[in-house]
C-alpha cells in the first residue's frame, strides 16, 4: 500500500482533495522541499501527514478549526459534512501523532492577519476559496516561500482561486492537475 492510500485509510476524518491533486502536492514537497511546509487549510491534517512523512523540516499548518467557511451563511457548517468529523485540533494533532509526525506546528487562526514568522520551502493553500480570501492568502504565503506553491481548487467553481493563478507576478506554473496547480518563482 502506498503512502497515500494508507494516510486515508488509517487517519481519523478524511483529506478533503482527491488522489490526483495528492500526488501532486506529493511531488512538489518531494521535489522542492528541503525544509519546511507550510499549510492553510488543515481539515483533519491529511496532508500535514503527508508532507510529514515526506520531509526532515517542520509541518506548519494555519486553520481557524471551526468548521467550513464560518464566515460564509450559505456554505458555513461546524463539521465535516462528509464525515460528521469535527473540524478540531484535536482530531488534527491526534492524526499527526498517530502516524509519528513530531515536528509540528498548528496555528488555531485565521490566515490573515498571517499568524507566524518565517520562510518555508513549500506551501500548500486550500483554505477559504471565496470572496478576497484566496488572494490574502497568496499574498501572505507568497511573501514567505521561497520555493513552490500548490493551489487547491484552482477551476471554474472556484473563480477567486483562479484569480491568484492570473495575478501570481514572479511565479509560474510548474505542474498541474484538474484542480491544483504548483507555482513556482519564475528564477527557480
Not at 146 to 171: F, Q, S, T
Request: overall charge negative; proline content about 5%.
Amino acid at each position: 500500500m502506498g503512502l497515500i492510500e494508507d494516510i486515508k485509510k488509517n487517519m481519523i476524518g478524511r483529506i478533503a482533495t482527491d488522489d490526483e491533486e495528492l500526488r501532486l502536492l506529493a511531488q512538489m514537497i518531494d521535489t522542492f522541499c528541503d525544509g519546511n511546509h507550510l499549510e492553510i487549510g488543515v481539515l483533519h491534517g491529511g496532508t500535514m501527514v503527508l508532507a510529514g512523512k515526506l520531509i526532515g523540516g517542520a509541518v506548519i499548518g494555519i486553520d481557524p478549526f471551526d468548521g467550513y467557511y464560518m464566515d460564509n451563511e450559505d456554505k458555513a457548517c461546524a463539521v465535516d459534512p462528509i464525515t460528521k468529523v469535527p473540524v478540531t485540533p484535536a482530531v488534527c494533532m491526534r492524526n499527526l501523532d498517530s502516524f509519528g509526525i513530531n515536528n509540528y506546528m498548528l496555528c488555531c487562526v485565521k490566515s490573515d492577519p498571517f499568524p507566524i514568522e518565517g520562510e518555508f520551502d513549500t506551501a500548500f493553500i486550500d483554505g477559504d476559496h471565496w470572496g478576497n480570501t484566496p488572494y490574502k492568502d497568496w499574498l501572505n504565503v507568497s511573501k514567505r516561500t521561497k520555493r513552490a506553491i500548490m493551489l487547491d481548487n484552482c477551476d471554474p467553481e472556484h473563480p477567486d482561486v483562479e484569480y491568484v493563478l492570473n495575478h501570481a507576478d514572479g511565479w509560474k506554473v510548474w505542474k498541474q492537475s484538474k484542480k491544483g496547480v504548483v507555482l513556482v518563482k519564475e528564477d527557480e
